[in-house]
């Protein structure tokens, strides 16, 4: 049964909160688009989409056209001029583009490998207000405020909503890679949120929302967690200064220079003979920092072979790390895809 890299993150934030103040280190990890079909329709273009008053379809394209994976651009976007010079060639509408057979006939004379089309289906804002009282202290005693004043003040609230159909058409065989709605709430009060937003900031942040959402799915992307430390040698004949090693490389860590904690770690343990199971698991942890996913999980297992019972941050990061190599690899098959 395959487990989940976000069932292994949660598993992982509730371990840290079980630690308390134990030492923790940042991993950074690459993930695969979940949309995978994308990964071989790298040049795309993106139509008009229909009842469009809120410019979608103009954010999408322009997250699209920035986002950048280990700074390179992952998509080709064809230009939206062209698109629409054919479009007006063909006596075209954009809401057309709707229909999987033009969208693949118009993506094919403009030279995309597919299409991305859609239409606003419905969006709401609303604004109102109400009064709530207030009180402030005007003078203080010893047995507390012997003055208040008391005001009104006037709160402003906002209400909105947007609902997007978005579809990836294939424009080699003219089926849909990708299609959903994508629905997105905001409700705003200045009395609580200590800012008012008007009707089209809120209509704004949610097409905003909704274009990253949809664009994050296409993309491989890096996520962020963090993994807990073990922070006390468990063998018994270690020396003073084998001990001041250890915290030395902790200290190291803490200070991002993982370096030098790899290389302390490393002879520390060739000392102990490769007997700590804490060494081994923080020397993978820094390995994992590093992105050496393949050394860390060598050091994962030394250390479960080590430990002669079952410890919690080892179960767990031998699960990650196979989970973290797996994406790793989907995700760079993605990026090399032509």
Known sequence: MKISLKLLLMASAVLLLMSGCAQKVKIKALDPAEVGAMASKKKIAISDFKNDKLGLSGKIESQIAKHKLDKKRYFTILSRKDLNQIMAEQKLQSSELLDEATATKVGKLIGAQAVINGEIASSSATSSQYKESREKCLKYTKDGCAQYKHYTVTCRTTQAQVSANINIVDVETGSII???????????????????????????????????????????????????????????????????????????????????????????????????????????????????????????????????????????????????IEKRNEAKQQMNAK
């Open 178 to 324: 990708y299609g959903d709605t994508i629905n997105k709430e905001l409700n705003s009060d200045s009395c609580k949120n200590g800012k008012t937003i008007s009707k089209g900031q809120a209509l704004n942040r949610l097409t905003t929302a909704i274009a990253s959402e949809f664009v994050y799915k296409l993309t491989p992307h890096y996520v962020y967690f963090k993994v807990t430390l073990l922070e006390n040698i468990e063998l018994e004949n270690v020396t003073d200064k084998q001990e001041k090693t250890f915290e030395t490389s902790l200290a190291y860590i803490k200070a991002g220079r993982m370096d030098k904690a790899e290389k302390l770690l490393r002879g520390l343990l060739d000392e102990l003979d490769g007997r700590s199971y804490v060494v081994a698991y923080v020397y993978g942890v820094v390995n994992e920092a590093q992105g050496k996913f393949e050394q860390a999980k060598k050091m994962y297992a030394m250390a479960d072979d080590l430990a002669g019972k079952p410890v919690d941050e080892i179960n767990i990061a031998i699960t990650r790390i196979d989970r973290l």
